[in-house]
């Protein structure tokens, strides 16, 4: 005997389904920007009300064709500086030098873009990392890879140092060594630090003396639910820490160090959607603290 069907229930369904699946595609792909504020007693007057736009873990996903939404709102956030916190690509992209290049050169027409690794990108192999730096550097983005880069503005000077994700080459230079380099060469600068990994500051990052650290990594916690830091992060950690937005490390030494945490934008793994946490263009503007 065949199973009648309640045509009641099949009109609850229905919308019930067009329903979740727009609040799955407006959670997962609507571009949220949020507007940060770091003080500093120690920020140099000339960036006084400097504007920098973090963008992180993109995973190749694209806004929109050619991605114009993403690069319409960092466009309208008015930045000065655009830093890519890492994994820019996935190691499932299938043109990973192609999307590098046209990323890089939307974003360097608008700001001076910097970039650094993640653990995305080495997951290809050293042989495309190198090939995604290229890009990247051809179409007018700043790549370091344990580097600082001074910045200029209004007759002062900061610095800006990256270090690559740790999955990079064992034989390179060391965030400790970079830090070091910095204060041998600059006495006690003002400086920002782009890394990858939010789940490297406590006990890592947090004892270099960098003013700020900019990281992604974690997508928000993926699921944000309520009274939590996220459910899972990237890494399948479960209840994590340190996914979104500002933190202070209180781990002794640190001198109360602090790291700024993007939610990010793209989705890994990709089957895995964001739920209350949507994809993030973070703006940041720094002030000087009286």
Not at 73 to 89: F, K, N, S
Not at 149 to 162: C, F, H, S, V
Not at 216 to 245: C, E, K, N
Request: aromatic share 10%; net charge negative.
């Amino acid at each position: 005997m065949a199973m009648q069907r309640n045509p009641r229930f099949v009109r609850f369904l229905l919308p019930l389904a067009l329903i979740t699946a727009a609040a799955l595609w407006w959670g997962n792909s609507s571009i949220e920007t949020d507007a940060f504020i770091f003080s500093s007693a120690r920020l140099p007057n000339g960036f006084d009300g400097a504007r920098v736009v973090q963008l992180s873990d993109l995973h190749g996903k694209a806004f929109g064709k050619n991605n114009e939404r993403l690069f319409a709102a960092v466009e309208a956030a008015q930045p000065d500086y655009i830093l890519i916190t890492g994994d820019l690509v996935d190691r499932a992209t299938d043109d990973p030098v192609g999307y590098a290049a046209s990323v890089g050169a939307a974003l360097s027409a608008i700001a001076p873009t910097c970039y650094v690794t993640g653990n995305h990108e080495w997951g290809h192999g050293p042989a495309m990392v190198e090939r995604l730096k290229a890009a990247l550097r051809e179409n007018g983005v700043t790549v370091l890879s344990n580097e600082v880069l001074p910045w200029e503005r209004g007759g002062d000077t900061i610095l800006l140092a990256g270090v690559d994700d740790p999955n990079g080459y064992a034989d390179q230079k060391t965030p400790a060594q970079l830090a070091a380099d910095i204060y041998a060469e600059y006495g006690a600068p003002f400086w920002l630090l782009l890394a990858h990994r939010n789940n490297s500051f406590n006990g890592g990052y947090c004892r270099l003396g960098a003013d700020l650290t900019l990281c992604g990594h974690a997508h928000g916690g993926i699921w944000r639910l309520p009274f939590t830091d996220g459910l899972i992060d990237a890494t399948l950690t479960l209840l994590p820490s340190l996914t979104s937005g500002f933190y202070r490390c209180t781990d002794e030494g640190c001198a109360g160090a602090e790291v700024f945490v993007s939610r990010g934008l793209g989705n890994s793994p990709r089957l895995v959607p964001r739920l209350f946490n949507r994809p993030q263009v973070a703006v940041i503007t720094l002030k000087k603290a009286g």
